[in-house]
């Protein structure tokens, strides 16, 4: 397992629907590095070691199509960071894309970068056939305040400078799922589960709606999720 120059070990995972999809070889993995095959290789003015894995494969209920799916985490330290990041797996996907042409691609992970971000923008542009959607800004294409996914478990900020700071979900994205524009996003939204019986702190609580309980019970992670329904065009494959 990598490990992050945080501490932490930084292993991407994808889970597979094995009644529905089969892998058609074996994942890969590469580091967001100059050598993106030297397994803990570390990107130029990193905080930690990133990676993506891959998987290629056959969707069952589209005939046995294939599909890629990426997941990654861009670092979070300096823009330039993440940019870089941003074109090495651009680059996996232009090779991908001339050695498969016509395949459809998703893209997640946590980028760590507001959606007007440059890595971002390397991202959408591509490579050829690699071209991406932001699935939920297609489906939500004017922010709003209510966009962030990321939360800190609400915690203060350590200068003591939370008042007059918008707090999550108020804010912007740094979680995305990205798709080839074959894969038509029929929904793509902001997963904000907590359990209220299991409360450690009193929370936020500004709620979705500006002043409700949000904030205030367990969450699985430091991050929403996000998730996207996609929906092959039959025309584009």
């Known amino acids: 397992e990598p490990r992050g120059g945080d501490g932490t070990g930084e292993m991407m995972a994808v889970f597979v629907r094995r009644s529905r999809f089969t892998l058609l070889e074996p994942p890969g993995h590469f580091w967001l590095s100059e050598t993106p095959s030297v397994p803990g290789s570390v990107g130029p003015e990193f905080r930690c070691e990133r990676m993506a894995t891959w998987v290629r494969l056959s969707d069952g209920e589209a005939g046995g199509r294939p599909l890629l799916f990426v997941n990654t985490h861009l670092d979070h330290g300096l823009p330039s960071s993440r ?26 992970g946590d980028m760590n970068a507001h959606d007007d971000s440059e890595a971002i923008r390397l991202l959408l542009s591509g490579a050829g056939d690699t071209a991406l959607l932001d699935t939920f800004r297609t489906l939500n294409p004017t922010p709003f305040d209510l966009e962030a996914t990321t939360h800190g478990w609400f915690r203060p900020r350590p200068d003591g400078a939370a008042s007059g700071r918008p707090r999550p979900p108020f804010g912007k994205r740094i979680d995305y799922v990205l798709a080839s524009p074959a894969l038509v996003p029929t929904e793509a ?12 702190t009193q929370g936020s609580g500004i709620g979705e709606d500006g002043g409700g309980r949000f904030g205030k019970g367990r969450f699985p992670s430091d991050h929403f999720a996000v998730t996207a329904t996609l929906e092959r065009v039959e025309a584009s494959l």
């Open 189 to 200: 939204a902001i997963d904000r589960f907590e359990d209220p019986d299991a409360a450690t």
């Open 83 to 108: 940019e870089f990041g941003a074109k090495v797996i651009m680059d996996f996907l232009a090779e991908q894309a001339a050695a498969h042409p016509s395949v459809p691609v998703v893209l997640t």
